[in-house]
Nanobody
Framework: QVQFVESGGGLVQPGGSLRLSCTASRTIFNFEPIAWYRQTPGNQREWVATITGALTPTYTDSVKGRFTITRGNPKNTVYLQMNSLKPGDTAVYYC????????WGQGTQVTVSS
């Protein structure tokens, strides 16, 4: 089964930027839309962004214009560029397929605070 490893999180001040990386244990094929999700304590994991094999991105409304999802090269990587970060973006970020597999990676913590 595919495994995902997320990295790139950290502590950043409001208005700052971070670039998250996701590495899958195999190639992510063009027919597999890949997504980023996030979760805060006590809440359900929520969808953040998806990129299709045709490189069409979609975003949840709260991050539109601030976040950018891209596929990487090698073709087992996906990135999330996060700009103009807000305290409300604080969460653990995960990647998975748009139709997520039941097994999730460890995630990467993003904390936006002054």
């Amino acid at each position: 089964q595919v495994q995902f490893v997320e990295s790139g999180g950290g502590l950043v001040q409001p208005g700052g930027s971070l670039r998250l990386s996701c590495t899958a244990s195999r190639t992510i094929f063009n027919f597999e839309p890949i997504a980023w999700y996030r979760q805060t304590p006590g809440n359900q994991r929520e969808w953040v962004a998806t990129i299709t094999g045709a490189l069409t991105p979609t975003y949840t409304d709260s991050v539109k214009g601030r976040f950018t999802i891209t596929r990487g090269n090698p073709k087992n990587t996906v990135y999330l560029q996060m700009n103009s970060l807000k305290p409300g973006d604080t969460a653990v970020y995960y990647c998975n397929f748009q139709a997520p597999l039941p097994r999730w990676g460890q995630g990467t913590q993003v904390t936006v605070s002054s």
